[in-house]
């Protein structure tokens, strides 16, 4: 219990510290913006939307977000969102089940809510990059409303996934986190299945909605990468790196930045996946067969 607080209390030390440091560069490149002038600038959105090339980190979270975005916090040329706000928390689940039927209330939503963000990168000539997997059921809006936009598929293992989410307790408890939090149709099956099931089914279904994008948007806008090989192959960063369009930080800089985690789960254990659950996970044979 101890060993917990003071993880805890670590973190929350970092958090301000980070925020405090954000904040001073925030104000500097907010006089940037606010100086900006334009004869069109009516037409500021349009160019943004039609010119930008910001990245889009597509994941079920839990799966190294934390860490990119650390590292390209480091780079040049961008400007990187963990937690932008809104953070599209109940939002995200309202773009899972709608995407398709009302494709337009969608689309505003994700304009109104990212435009000025990517806006504010494109004045600076910097690379939008957001690894809030929030963002994740809004990809078709995203790939539709900026023609020039990349998207990165981050995957982890579904037992280490499965493991973080109970430690977090989700599905379980109503907490906020939970808000928007996608669940099976099914809701009289669903009361009956165990938190692993439900957070197994979590994996499953998010990653099956990253592949159909995948087909939809083109393969040559993603880039796809397996966190396992992300955290202890500084390789797998470099190309990230490359393929956002950032030049890769120093090997001894980046293989620094790789061995220090950061939001690690404390406090949770490797979790034993049934044999049914197994195979309700069609993806992890697809992405962990070899």
Not at 15 to 29: H, I, S
Not at 79 to 87: D, G, L, Q, Y
Not at 235 to 251: A, K, T
Request: glycine share 4%; aromatic share 12%; net charge positive.
């Amino acid at each position: 219990m101890i060993n917990e607080y003071y993880h805890k209390s670590l973190d929350l030390l970092k958090r301000w510290w980070n925020r405090n440091r954000q904040f001073l560069g925030e104000e500097a490149e907010r006089r940037t913006v606010y100086t900006y002038k334009d004869r069109d600038i009516d037409k500021l959105h349009e160019r943004v939307l039609n010119e930008a090339s910001p990245c889009f980190v597509l994941s079920t979270g839990r799966a190294g977000t934390a860490l990119l975005t650390k590292i390209l916090s480091y780079h040049r040329g961008v400007s990187v969102e963990h937690n932008p706000i809104p953070e599209l928390t109940f939002h995200s689940g309202y773009a899972y089940k709608h995407w398709k039927d009302k494709d337009v209330v969608c689309r505003a939503m994700i304009d109104a809510a990212r435009y000025e963000y990517v806006r504010n990168a494109f004045i600076r000539n910097e690379i939008f990059v957001e690894t809030n997997p929030r963002i994740t059921f809004f990809a078709h809006q995203l790939a539709s409303l900026f023609p020039k936009a990349k998207f990165i598929h981050l995957i982890r293992h579904p037992a280490d996934f499965i493991a973080s989410g109970i430690a977090r307790n989700w599905y379980n408890e109503g907490r906020i986190r939970d808000e928007g939090k996608i669940k099976a149709e099914k809701r009289t099956e669903w009361e009956k299945w165990s938190q692993a099931d439900k957070i197994a089914w979590l994996w499953q279904e998010t990653n099956a909605f990253i592949e159909e994008f995948k087909e939809q948007c083109g393969r040559d806008r993603i880039h796809t990468v397996r966190a396992e090989d992300f955290f202890k192959d500084a390789n797998v960063s470099r190309e990230i790196s490359m393929f956002i369009g950032l030049e890769p930080l120093p090997d001894k800089a980046l293989e620094k930045l790789i061995s220090k985690r950061v939001n690690v789960q404390h406090g949770k254990d490797k979790v034993e996946l049934a044999s049914e659950t197994l195979q309700s996970m069609p993806l992890m044979q697809k992405y962990y067969s070899s």
